[in-house]
């Protein structure tokens, strides 16, 4: 039976280490690395891109920016976009959840023409400042206290960005696959209009391979993105490793392998995780990201989909956990399933051939190989690139996304490949009416080789008692 552990408990042993018994069903080395003590040291964020990551992003944007289809001569963002990721992507400047309202951003196409940033306050402008110098270096960058739309017509005026027929991209104005319908206020967008009659603003957010400007830019990632994603990833391990322990030392609900969790991977990187979701007996998502009192039973199997956050870039890796031993009823379809799932993982990215393998062949194979293995595709996502917060396209799955299946697979792009499936029931039946599903999720870097792997756990069906 699971003895009660309360979460300040649960907490103090993850950051003192707590000590771990090893897993029977997997090999000793792998016990240790996946159950490895949590470090205790906080830390805080104080990584920054340099400037050549700037101008290289600076310069993508504006090329794309450029293009016929597209022809513009700004790209703005506005308070009203509270997750503001399309700013952060730009200058690296926005503000914590709750912490006020979405930075402002005017993005020209002339690089001539300095990036501007208004956060509406002195002590925001002075925190950003103080921040951000290497940005602001040359008058590449500034960052004014001012607020609002008035504020922002007036610097574009400034800029000599209100001449007539010239076109202004507006970030999150309509188009996303999650913001259908936009998050840019209609009071606001209105006095931009009436400040800049002649101005045409268009929206930059399109659900395709021709993603818009920041977009599409996002989805290849430059060296020191490339490692931040490689941060990502081994603290979303870490916070894996961080439920794992919970459970052993005698976790009650998935409330404590939530708070277990998230409490591992923020003290790893100073950053909230962009995602906690961990289930029992069901969908990773099911319970939404939140912390639940759902009971821990033995016999569970325990999915989670899991994202640390490194400079605001997300990186998801998951992996299924049975509850109990390997004579615990339900073990043995646990292993069955997990043994197709981490095949997926094993073997599909290697049918990535970069530069020349679209999104849709890659799914295609995935689906194919499900079934050529004996399971069932349970997933609805499955090809999760990471990014900062929602800039993480392409985001398909077997059953959806088809607008961007031929997304061809790029040096640079980074990905979470996370099948879901079921054992078919003809070929093993589960203790239940119904066989449950288990998802694996790992992470990879496309490289001019194929898809690189960014994780470094053993990739083994893992029960949390001998």
Not at 45 to 66: G, K, L, T
Not at 149 to 166: F, H, I, N, V, Y
Not at 175 to 198: I, Q
Not at 208 to 231: C, F, L, T, Y
Request: hydrophobic share 45%.
């Amino acid at each position: 039976m699971l003895k009660t552990i309360s979460r300040r408990t649960i907490l103090q042993g993850t950051a003192a280490g707590l000590a771990l018994p090893a897993m029977q069903m997997v090999p000793s080395e792998a016990a240790a690395q996946i159950g490895a003590a949590p470090c205790a040291a906080f830390s805080p964020r104080i990584s920054w891109f340099s400037v050549a990551e700037r101008d290289r992003r600076w310069a993508a944007v504006r090329a794309i920016m450029a293009r016929p289809q597209w022809n513009l001569d700004a790209i703005i963002t506005v308070a009203s976009d509270l997750p503001g990721n399309y700013a952060k992507y730009l200058t690296q400047i926005g503000m914590r959840a709750g912490g006020g309202d979405g930075t402002e951003v005017i993005f020209p196409r002339d690089p001539a023409q300095a990036v501007y940033v208004q956060v509406n306050g002195t002590r925001f402008r002075d925190f950003w400042k103080a921040r951000a110098t290497s940005w602001m270096a040359g008058g590449k960058l500034t960052v004014s206290a001012g607020g609002g739309a008035a504020a922002l017509a007036k610097q574009l005026k400034a800029q000599g960005l209100d001449r007539p027929g010239m076109r202004i991209g507006v970030a999150r104005l309509a188009g996303s696959r999650f913001e259908a319908e936009g998050l840019v206020a209609a009071t606001y967008l209105d006095r931009l209009k009436a400040a800049l009659p002649g101005v045409v603003f268009a929206p930059i957010d399109k659900w395709g391979a021709d993603a818009g400007p920041v977009e599409e830019s996002g989805m290849i990632k430059g060296p020191e993105e490339q490692a931040v994603i490689r941060r990502a990833a081994a603290a979303s391990e870490h916070g894996i490793a961080a439920m794992i322990a919970a459970v052993r030392a005698g976790a009650k609900t998935q409330g404590d392998l939530w708070f277990a969790t998230y409490s591992a991977m923020f003290a790893r990187t100073g950053e909230d995780p962009t995602r906690v979701s961990i289930s029992f007996d069901g969908p990773a998502n099911a319970t939404v990201g939140e912390p639940v009192d759902d009971a821990l039973r033995a016999g569970q199997i325990v999915n989670e989909e899991i994202d640390a956050t490194v400079q605001g870039y997300r990186a998801q890796v998951n992996h299924a956990v049975f509850v109990g031993g390997s004579s615990t009823p339900g073990y043995d379809y646990y292993r069955a399933a997990m043994e197709i799932a981490l095949t997926l993982v094993k073997e599909v990215p290697a049918s990535i051939v970069a530069g020349k393998t679209t999104l849709g062949e890659f799914v295609r194979h995935h689906s194919a190989r499900v079934g050529e293995l004996g399971g069932d595709d349970a997933s609805t996502v499955m090809f999760h690139s990471s990014g900062i917060g929602n800039l993480s396209r392409p985001r398909v799955g077997p059953r959806s996304g088809i607008e961007e299946f031929d997304i061809v697979l790029r040096p640079g792009m980074t990905f979470d490949y996370k099948p879901a499936v079921r054992v078919k029931r003809a070929k093993l039946a589960d203790v239940g009416a119904e066989n449950r599903e288990v998802n694996v999720g790992e992470h990879f870097l496309v490289t001019e080789q194929g898809a690189v792997r960014l994780g470094t756990r053993d990739l083994v069906p893992i029960a949390t008692q001998a």
